[in-house]
């Protein structure tokens, strides 16, 4: 009978790049920025890691395939590094081959590394992905692209739940401005600029009915964190050790787009959460859960998993989102603390592990002026592809015994 | 016995006015603003000869079973492609048969959709074949500031020939053939080079077209009054009143030349009058249809009871009814890639298309074929080996089910600005089928302010992609949201 990951993994170091445009630095420079950091942080040798997980989404305009990237550029010791890519789940797909490797037993010390070089393609937006969707899709799927994609999930929300477009709307610019008040903090974070709800309505339109600032960063960027036992993690003399409590992955298997779905949720988020609260232990996500970085590439993208990770009601979250529920101090469940997607950047393989990294500095008090009172456990979640077809992970992690 | 057993037109919503043309052209070359009344139809930067060949065929066969089909012609001076069965792309979007059937492409003159008629009508009477669907289509693509741009339109029509429950019984054929070059268009080039004008109206039409239709009363006995409906392309005029007025034809019974409404649809012509005659047509009424190119064919036909038993379709009139201004000419010139516009890096992506998947896939990409499972009966597309019901799941117990003529229900749109179009926003969106199944299409002849969630769709055969590097013309279908009223 599977017990679940809880406690059995510690995190002993992470690092993160400064995320943005990093014009003059490539997918290397970026790793060995994080890595650096890490390393660091773990107070270990390089040469104590045994194996390595990497996730990187666009290998056609980033570091190319394989996992050789990470072993050339860190010039890690011949050890095994496994590559991982499963769109924007990439960063925690490396973390949780890394966690899993070390509950097996398999390793003691194994390290999850994601990175994405995004500006290097010459034009705004993801890159474009017609030709990387299979051979068969790029004959005919439609010409849409990841805000299209996501926009649509506001139309089938407003008529579920009978909302104007324009309150629908309200609530997607406020989720947008608290992330940029909460990225104004990070000295890490692509965007640092706070906006105001009529300057986030009031952007050009790029997908029906999001405006700019409804989408997030494309960003340069780079996570990664070290993982062990926490037996080992006590050995190495770690104290208040951040355990993972829960991992969780659930794929669409075509039901939202061919079969039923009203286009109102996430069916993948809304199972891997209520899987995850379960091998965590949680009750209560609403009262339980101290923070979370969610995976807001667009705004509607935040709103709608309010409610598939259980916290907020089924057509509620727009009402917890005015209500400041999910604001940095709004005395709730302080959503995106640095920044989001939205601020902080989303350099899609190191994302997953980047959100992890938030959630790493305030378990251990190390948040600056983002640092909330006493976080038990914090949530992070991504969810790669499109709302009607995607890939939903989330990940728990938590101070030990929590 | 042989005649048209049914009928069906396609003319593209979007409508410019010549007025346009003019305004924004007269400047180069004044002489355009003598033909400036009317409007002409312009095909939507997503359609070609063979789309709206597609549009015209499944209109036809409204009531009748495509797998009935015992061959296709196809007629086009525009055709996509030079080496590769044009009528076969419109038979696998009709999803047609394969095994036994016999599909040509009837090409490179104005008359080839009456000479693919005659072939059809021949061969049904011969008996070696029981119903042929004619499709005629063109889209010709004209220099700005051309008389040309001002005449020719976009459309195209379909007649079904058959011998059984015959609409409009045929009642014989007459044609000249010869070399008289009023205009051409040579290998590989993009527009047409026209000759002087009194020249083609005088010894072209003026005296081609009545001479063969005098030809066909001589062979047959018959006299010009005897017909109801005399129907001759001739996007002149003076020219078109001329005609009738040296045959003897009285000014009602000269079937419309639709330059007012449509313009001159080359190839499709002769097909898209004849259909809009049959559209007014009572039994008993005799038609006498003209095809004019490198000579003229003639062909009659006397309406029959049967007529009144036609399910409704869209036809001609309907077409036309459903109408759209375009009223920026700089749009049309993008349509029709008289202007370079930039797509933006975003848009250079040009795979090439697999023609292994596109074989594997005929059915779905071309005939928008889908599934139905035997064990829980759900509709499905794209299909996936095992069904998509999570109460079912049985694996590979399928049938065929066709999407193409179902109608559909937005389920979430959007018009989306960063994706690359020749017409921003691409508006795209999830849609539920009637009776079951469900997906993701692109939404073309719609604008995204009159869309909604929960608005009806219907299915239409597009150009996909137009990959000038190799030269390849691939299409797929996508959702026409049904505006009430028609648009604007």
Known sequence: MATGIRDKVAIIGMGCSQFGERWNDGPEELMVEAFTECLQDAGIEKTDIQAAWFGSCFDEVGVGKSALPVSMSLRLPNISVTRVENYCASGTEAFRGAVYAVASGAYDIALAIGVEKLKDIGYGGLPEFSTAMGTLNQLWMANFTAPGGFAMLATSYAAKYGLDMNEVKRAMAHVSVKSHANGALNSKAHLRKPVTEEQVLNAPQIAYPLGLFDCCGVSDGSACAIVTTPEIAKSLGKKDLVTVKALQLSLSNGTEFAYDWDGDHFVTTSKASAEAYQEAGIRNPREEISMMEVHDCFSITELVTMEDLHISERGKAPEDVMDGFYDLNGGGVPCQPDGGLKCFGHPIGASGLRMLYEMYLQLHGRAGQRQLKDPKFGLTHNLGGFPFMNVCSIAIIGKQGA | ?488
């Open chain 2, 1 to 488: 016995m042989a005649g048209i057993t049914s009928f069906g037109g396609y003319i593209p919503r979007y409508r410019l006015s010549r007025m346009v043309i003019v305004q924004n052209m007269a400047w180069y070359f004044p002489v355009i603003m003598a033909v400036a009344g009317g409007e002409k139809a312009v095909a939507n930067w997503d359609e070609d000869s063979v789309s709206m060949a597609v549009a015209a065929a499944y209109d036809c066969m409204a009531g009748h079973d495509r797998k009935g089909l015992d061959a296709l012609y196809f007629a086009s001076t525009t055709m996509p492609f030079a080496d590769r069965l044009n009528a076969g792309i419109v038979a696998a979007a009709l999803n047609m048969r394969e095994n036994g059937v016999s599909n040509a492409d009837f090409a490179s003159c104005m008359k080839a959709g009456t000479t693919a008629m005659i072939s059809a009508l021949d061969s049904v009477q011969a008996g070696s074949r029981k119903n042929v669907l004619v499709a005629a289509s063109d889209q010709r693509r004209t220099k700005m500031a051309t008389m040309f741009e001002m005449f020719y339109g976009d459309g195209a029509a379909a007649v079904l020939i058959g011998g059984k429950d015959v609409v409009a019984d045929y009642l014989g054929s007459y044609s000249i053939n010869c070399d008289f070059v009023d205009h051409y268009r040579g290998q590989a080039k993009e527009f047409d080079y026209g000759y002087e004008e009194r020249w083609v109206r005088d010894i072209g039409y003026g005296k081609v077209i009545p001479e063969a239709i005098s030809g066909f009363l001589a062979q047959s006995g018959m006299k010009i009054g005897d017909f109801s409906k005399v129907i001759y392309p001739c996007y002149f005029g003076g020219t078109h009143k001329a005609i009738a007025a040296r045959l003897g034809i009285e000014k009602e019974k000269a079937q419309n030349n639709l330059q007012a409404v449509c313009g001159d649809t080359g190839t499709a012509h002769p097909l898209v009058m004849l259909v809009s005659a049959l559209e007014e047509a009572n039994p008993g009424d005799k038609l006498l249809v003209a095809g004019f190119g490198q000579g003229c064919d003639v062909l009659a036909f006397e309406v029959t009871e049967k007529i009144r038993d036609m399910k409704l379709r869209t036809g001609i009139k309907g077409s036309l009814d459903n109408r759209v201004d375009l009223a920026n000419y700089q749009k049309f010139t993008k349509f029709r890639n008289l202007i370079t516009a930039d797509l933006g890096i975003r848009g250079e992506a040009n795979p090439n298309t697999s023609l292994t998947v596109l074989w594997r896939k005929r059915k779905m990409l071309l005939g928008l074929v889908g599934v139905r499972c035997k064990k829980c009966g759900t509709p499905q597309f794209p299909v996936y080996p095992t069904c998509v019901n999570p109460t079912c799941w049985s694996v590979n117990d399928f049938e065929d089910y066709e999407f193409s003529d179902k109608e559909a229900k937005i389920l979430m749109f959007t018009g989306d600005m960063l994706s690359p179009s020749v017409d921003p926003p691409a508006i795209y969106g999830l849609i539920a089928f009637e009776g079951g199944g469900r997906t993701m299409f692109d939404f073309t002849d719609c604008d995204l302010n009159q869309i909604k969630v929960g608005m009806k769709t219907r299915m239409s055969f597009r150009r996909r992609q137009a990959d000038n590097m190799r030269g390849f013309t691939g299409y797929f279908w996508k959702a026409v949201p049904q505006v009430e009223g028609g648009g604007k």
